[in-house]
């Protein structure tokens, strides 16, 4: 039997990775100030009037495009943490497709490439796996954020200096 939390914390307390009922859980988003959630699934969580919400409809499928959400769930994240907000990314189990979303905006924020952004994941909630069909599409998001930023991921190591966070 595996276990695994319900709750992650990936960025300094401000950026969380979890599961459905970490979502339905007053005590849990309570306990860890969640401002925003944002929801990687098709299962409906309980609105809350004092917390910002986005759903992103999609199953845990490697046929299912995710690529298309990621800018705009990184750009939710990003505007939730900027206003002094705390981000709970949940998906079913918090395991591949929340986890595929937290790689994203990290790849955006910090300039991981998509490897790197996997392992920066994986190294604060380890039994993470996002399917092979959302790692390809991180790499394509790779490809577009590179490319946009005329950064060379192989020269910079893992990281691009010009997305870096400060």
Same mark, same amino acid.
């Given at each position: 039997m595996?276990l695994?939390?319900?709750?992650?914390?990936?960025?300094?307390?401000?950026?969380?990775l979890?599961?459905?009922?970490?979502a339905?859980?007053?005590?849990?988003?309570?306990q860890?100030r969640i401002?925003?959630?944002?929801s990687?699934?098709?299962?409906?969580?309980?609105?809350?009037p004092?917390?910002?919400h986005?759903?992103?409809?999609?199953?845990?499928d490697?046929?299912a495009n995710l690529?298309?959400?990621?800018?705009s769930?990184?750009q939710?994240i990003?505007?939730?943490m900027?206003? $002094?907000?705390v981000?709970l =990314?949940?998906?079913?189990? +918090?395991?591949?497709?929340?986890?595929?979303?937290?790689?994203?905006? @990290?790849m955006?924020?910090?300039?991981?490439n998509?490897?790197g952004a996997?392992?920066?994941v994986h $190294?604060c909630?380890?039994y =993470?796996?996002?399917?092979d +069909?959302?790692?390809?599409?991180?790499?394509t998001?790779?490809s577009? @954020?590179?490319?946009?930023?005329?950064?060379d991921?192989?020269?910079q190591?893992?990281?691009?200096?010009?997305?870096?966070m400060?």
């Amino acid at each position: 039997m595996v276990l695994w939390s319900n709750i992650d914390t990936i960025v300094d307390g401000r950026l969380f990775l979890g599961s459905l009922p970490a979502a339905e859980s007053i005590y849990s988003l309570e306990q860890h100030r969640i401002t925003h959630v944002l929801s990687v699934c098709t299962e409906s969580i309980p609105q809350r009037p004092y917390i910002f919400h986005m759903q992103v409809p999609v199953e845990d499928d490697e046929r299912a495009n995710l690529l298309g959400w990621f800018p705009s769930t990184c750009q939710f994240i990003e505007n939730a943490m900027q206003s $002094g907000g705390v981000v709970l =990314v949940h998906s079913l189990h +918090g395991i591949s497709r929340a986890a595929a979303v937290v790689a994203a905006y @990290l790849m955006f924020k910090k300039g991981f490439n998509s490897y790197g952004a996997q392992y920066a994941v994986h $190294g604060c909630r380890p039994y =993470v796996k996002p399917n092979d +069909g959302f790692k390809d599409q991180l790499r394509t998001f790779e490809s577009f @954020l590179f490319t946009e930023a005329n950064c060379d991921p192989i020269q910079q190591g893992h990281t691009c200096p010009r997305r870096s966070m400060k």
